[in-house]
């Protein structure tokens, strides 16, 4: 299996502007996992799906932040506007149900200038 | 709802001596336990994990923790570490008593070894 896919994996944007990030999970997981990762706060869960369906986006950090999940095999977690303090490393994960091993993307590390 | 507290944020230790990580969580509900390490630039993967039985669990690279109940802690040990094991390391815990449950992360423990 080609493991968790993310795109892209580094990106250089300015701020202002729109930064869309993808996931194609492992063929069969049922849970979808966006994190985080700074310096300063460490591995923040974003969102989590399951099933494609949105179960908990209490870690979203506001409004510009958005994650999308339109069939088993893709998710989008879009930053619009992008801001500084959003530069960071997003890792995309995906499971097969509670318990069982959850598997990390190589992460998209983002730069926001 | 959960947390997990790694005490130690970063550990140094000498090559070949042992190293233990210490990971103490909070539930009220059932858990799984999970440890993950991170290389550098790169993601989370898997060393160990406890769902059920035995309290002492083997994993990767020579890793073990144990799961104690009463002291809600689950350590990560290694007798004798090596230079390849310069990483950081986090715990994870999520509830086993629902099939759609998030996994929340410790703050990691970086550790680095001393030739």
């Known amino acids: 299996d080609a493991g968790v896919i993310q795109s892209p994996r580094h990106e250089v944007t300015e701020m202002g502007q729109e930064v869309t990030l993808r996931c194609k999970p492992i063929s069969g997981h049922n849970s979808l996992f966006w994190y985080r990762q700074t310096m300063m706060r460490g591995l923040e869960l974003l969102i989590y799906?399951?099933?494609?369906?949105?179960?908990?986006d209490s870690g979203m950090p506001e409004d510009r932040f958005s994650a999308k999940m339109p069939n088993a095999s893709f998710s989008t977690l879009k930053i619009q506007p992008s801001e500084p303090r959003d530069s960071a490393v997003y890792f995309c994960?995906?499971?097969?149900?509670?318990?069982?091993?959850?598997?990390f993307g190589e992460g998209s590390w983002l730069t926001v200038v | 709802a959960q947390s997990v507290t790694q005490l130690d944020s970063q550990v140094p230790v000498f090559e070949e001596a042992p190293v233990e990580l210490r990971c103490n969580y909070s539930s009220s509900v059932s858990v799984y336990l999970f440890w993950y390490v991170q290389y550098p630039n790169q993601g989370l993967q898997l060393l160990l994990k406890y769902l059920s039985g035995s309290t002492l669990v083997k994993g990767i690279n020579g890793f073990e923790a144990e799961f104690n109940k009463s002291q809600t802690s689950f350590h990560l040990r290694k007798p004798s570490v090596h230079i390849s094991d310069t990483a950081e390391y986090f715990c994870?815990?999520?509830?086993?008593?629902?099939?759609?449950?998030?996994?929340?992360f410790g703050s990691g423990t970086r550790l680095s070894i001393r030739p």
């Open positions: 799906f399951n099933n494609n369906v949105p179960i908990d």
């Open positions: 994960a995906s499971s097969l149900n509670s318990g069982n091993t959850i598997y």
């Open positions: 994870a815990v999520s509830d086993r008593d629902s099939s759609a449950s998030k996994i929340i």
